[in-house]
């Protein structure tokens, strides 16, 4: 999609697109309330009319999506007046709307979506310019995630995931090491190791940094990929193992980012670790009551082969710290668990670890961006529901309730002390993935995790 800035367009016909703000008394004759979200379609006039009860970066960006999907079906071009403000995250959020709303994953489909091939902006040419580059950026490496997630199990596994680091590192002229099934059984990410035993393709420790020369912070970007997640032994029911290919979305979230950082010229030096494993099932595969051994020495009792993605995570993060210094942040990314969807609902992410001023700028950073967050709180009890009599920690808690902090409880047995105040852990499991379009999201994939963690590096460099 081609979007083009102009100071004003010319009155010729063709599509042209409104956004109302506010309950106003226009195009009453047609029946038109005016209400928040309603949408008019006037096909004589080539125009239809979306209403927004105010001007958010929320609003706004639902508002230009829902223009695009709409539109894209009636023509490849259409025009619209910019909103009248010089607030930069507002006009990024409505430009990034059309190319999100644009999206449509048909990589499968005989017949393929309909796109928009132009969109022509008016208004003040400068600043729309800068909003343009950040919002194009920003959402191409969306839909890159989206398209990772969204991708059949059987085309996108460990070693693929891989491959897609490689290009965005060759891209970008980042680091990029990557370290196979051999490497985490010799120097001992047996909690990593053991998940992917199973399957017939090979896990992969994936390592990317990004270090400009006059950085001023340090971030270590960690997410689970589970390419594909069976439930290993503690095998899932069948309709919950449907789309599973979403278990990704963590690792995928991460490369998203990746693929954005440089272009956008963070002075930020950003490292991306990724966990990519499938936990599969067979003679090899590791089993309930079994002790694992993770990288920093601690003994796991495996109760439940299903609670995978923590012992993937716990060994990443105990990669992480040993081989990168003096970061100022560490973020981990996961559809870790059900419970933080049945807690927060499908659309918002949970926000958890030691720091508060930080899950609350997260948080923060999410509305610039049109991202739910919420934190969840850890407490004196539930760490007590994570207690093995074999092993150091159990991979599950004694209770059901509570188990998106407990898993999040776990993951913080594997952060050094002195990092616990720099870590943040992140279950992105409601809204990575759902089966329906919602806001300015498609049916399957958001990227979510994206957008809010690229603005978060953008506000580190004030």
Request: aromatic share 10%; charged share 30%; hydrophobic share 40%.
């Amino acid at each position: 999609m081609k979007i083009e800035i102009v100071k004003n367009y010319k009155k010729e016909n063709s599509f042209e697109a409104e956004i109302i703000v506010g309950k106003k008394d226009k195009y009453s004759e047609f029946g038109f309330k005016c209400e928040n979200e309603e949408t008019l379609f006037l096909p004589e006039r080539k125009k239809f009319i979306i209403v927004i009860d105010s001007l958010n970066e929320e609003n706004i960006k639902i508002a230009s999506a829902k223009i695009a999907k709409t539109l894209k079906e009636k023509t490849e071009c259409f025009k619209i007046r910019a909103p009248k403000t010089k607030n930069m995250d507002i006009l990024e959020n409505f430009i990034e709307g059309f190319i999100l709303g644009d999206y449509e994953f048909d990589k499968y489909k005989t017949k393929k979506a309909k796109h928009l091939k132009k969109v022509i902006i008016s208004g003040d040419e400068k600043v729309l310019k800068d909003a343009v580059r950040v919002a194009e950026i920003r959402a191409e490496s969306i839909n890159l995630t989206r398209d990772i997630v969204n991708s059949m199990p059987d085309e996108v596994y460990p070693e693929v995931m891989a491959e897609y680091a490689k290009k965005i590192a060759k891209e970008n002229r980042y680091e990029c090491n990557i370290y196979d099934e051999k490497y985490l059984k010799k120097e001992g990410y047996g909690a990593f190791y053991a998940v992917a035993k199973a399957s017939t393709h090979k896990p992969r420790l994936i390592h990317l940094a990004y270090k400009p020369k006059k950085a001023t912070r340090k971030v270590v970007l960690i997410g689970k990929g589970l390419t594909y997640d069976s439930g290993g032994l503690s095998l899932k029911p069948a309709d919950y193992m449907v789309t599973m290919k979403s278990d990704k979305s963590g690792a995928s979230a991460v490369l998203g980012i990746m693929n954005a950082v440089k272009k956008l010229g963070l002075n930020i030096e950003v490292h991306a670790i990724i966990g990519a494993a499938e936990n599969m099932i067979g003679g090899n595969a590791y089993k309930p009551d079994d002790v694992l051994i993770a990288k920093n020495g601690k003994s796991i009792e495996v109760r439940n082969t299903d609670a995978e993605g923590r012992l993937v995570l716990a060994d990443c993060l105990c990669y992480a710290q040993e081989h990168i210094k003096d970061f100022d942040y560490m973020f981990d990314y996961a559809t870790l668990t059900g419970a933080c969807v049945v807690a927060l609902g499908e659309y918002t992410s949970g926000v958890m670890g030691f720091n508060d001023k930080i899950k609350d700028l997260i948080v923060k950073m999410g509305e610039k961006v049109a991202e739910l967050y919420a934190p969840l709180p850890f407490n004196r009890y539930l760490p007590k529901l994570l207690k093995s009599n074999v092993a150091d920690i159990c991979n599950i808690a004694s209770s059901r309730y509570g188990g998106a902090i407990t898993a999040g409880l776990f993951l913080s047995e594997f952060v050094e002390e002195k990092n616990k105040q720099k870590w943040i852990h992140i279950d992105i499991a409601g809204p990575a993935f759902v089966e329906k379009e919602w806001g300015y999201n498609p049916y399957g994939a958001s990227g979510a995790g994206v957008n809010m963690t690229l603005r978060f590096l953008y506000e580190l460099q004030k």
